[in-house]
């Protein structure tokens, strides 16, 4: 069966540190893996977008990577910082006869302590 | 200001009582979609538009419909809501269908169902 798998828990990480989220997918093939941040009651911010072919994304203090492989992305917020608390989603993008279709994992809540 | 607009943000009703919630968007869009996200399952998606006159199902299309006559509206039809319709809903938005454009989420309806 499909399935997305996201650190269902909450992570806590000290300020400063450096936060590794974990997006795992199976039997899908996405062409696109998006990441979204949520706060609570609120909608999902788009924060960074990478390829099926792309191994790397960067912006700013974040860096995701995506290994099509493994089916896994991994994003870091480095230098973390306790405005990044929230939770974090990831997206997978998936084409099909010119339609799209997205899929969301359900989230890993990140909690950086000062 | 570039935005995603719905309405209601909240709205209680009964078991059966037809209701639509509605979505605006003013970026000039092609791609727009339905979610509703529910505690555990995450955000899935209800229904997409590729563009105007083009629908396609999500993951969780039974109990909904939608319509896509004009380019920056797409409707959310729940003909005979049930109490498992209780959810928050999410429209959002994106410019570039099939390319993995980034979403541009509304700010969510919460709907109560009797």
């Known amino acids: 069966s499909q399935k997305i798998e996201q650190n269902s828990e909450a992570l806590n990480i000290q300020e400063g540190k450096t936060a590794t989220l974990t997006c795992n997918y199976t039997?899908?093939?996405?062409?696109?893996l998006q990441w979204y941040r949520q706060d609570p009651g609120r909608g999902p911010v788009f924060l960074l977008l990478?390829?099926?072919?792309?191994k790397e994304k960067r912006k700013e203090r974040l860096k995701v990577t995506f290994d099509t492989t493994l089916k896994q992305s991994l994003f870091h917020i480095t230098a973390s910082q306790p405005a990044d608390s929230a939770t974090y989603l990831c997206?997978?993008?998936?084409?099909?006869?010119?339609?799209?279709?997205?899929?969301f994992g359900i989230g890993t809540k990140l909690q950086v302590i000062p | 200001e570039a935005q995603v607009t719905q309405n209601p943000r909240y709205l209680i009703t009964v078991t059966g009582k037809k209701l639509t919630v509605t979505c605006s968007q003013n970026?000039?869009?092609?791609?727009m979609s339905w979610y509703r996200q529910d505690p555990g399952l995450g955000l899935r998606q209800i229904y997409y538009?590729?563009?105007?006159?083009?629908?396609d199902k999500g993951d969780v299309p039974e109990g909904y419909k939608v319509s896509r006559k004009e380019k920056r509206n797409f409707p959310l039809i729940l003909e005979s809501p049930s109490p498992n319709q209780t959810s928050l809903y999410f429209c959002?938005?994106?410019?570039?269908?099939?390319?993995?454009?980034?979403?541009?989420f509304g700010p969510g309806t919460r709907l109560t169902v009797t």
């Open positions: 039997n899908y093939s996405p062409a696109y």
């Open positions: 538009s590729m563009n105007v006159e083009v629908t």
């Open positions: 990478i390829r099926e072919n792309e």
């Open positions: 959002a938005s994106s410019l570039w269908p099939g390319e993995g454009g980034e979403q541009y």
């Open positions: 997206a997978l993008v998936l084409i099909s006869g010119g339609y799209q279709k997205v899929t």
């Open positions: 970026m000039n869009h092609e791609y």
